[in-house]
């Protein structure tokens, strides 16, 4: 199955807080998540009439870490067919320590709107 990793990091510093940056790595978990599903159906991002839409979605955070230092985002499509598809994902600090697992399941298909 398809899979990529992309490397991440906030733009700032975080407050040194746990919650936030928890918080902060949910929000940046969705960004990117289902592109090997979409090269399993044969689409990109920037297609014309694209459309996807998140059908479900859980995080496991297994230990503390920073958003505000560079974290591996390793991701592959674990099932493709029928315009949906399951991605899994998973973040690793700079030590190579698992730091959170998150699974989306995602409709993808074209528009056949004009």
Do not use: N
């Amino acid at each position: 199955m398809p899979h990529q990793a992309v490397w991440v990091k906030a733009f700032d510093r975080l407050p040194d807080d746990p919650d936030l940056q928890r918080a902060a790595l949910a929000y940046v978990c969705d960004y990117t998540i289902l592109e090997p599903v979409l090269r399993v159906h044969g689409y990109a991002w920037g297609d014309p009439g694209l459309v996807t839409a998140s059908l479900d979605h859980a995080m496991w955070f297994h230990r503390e870490g920073r958003v505000d230092d560079w974290l591996l985002y390793v991701q592959e499509a674990v099932s493709a067919q029928a315009s949906r598809g399951l991605a899994q994902g998973h973040f690793y600090d700079r030590q190579g320590r698992l730091l959170a697992t998150v699974v989306q399941e995602g409709m993808i298909r074209m528009s056949t709107a004009p």
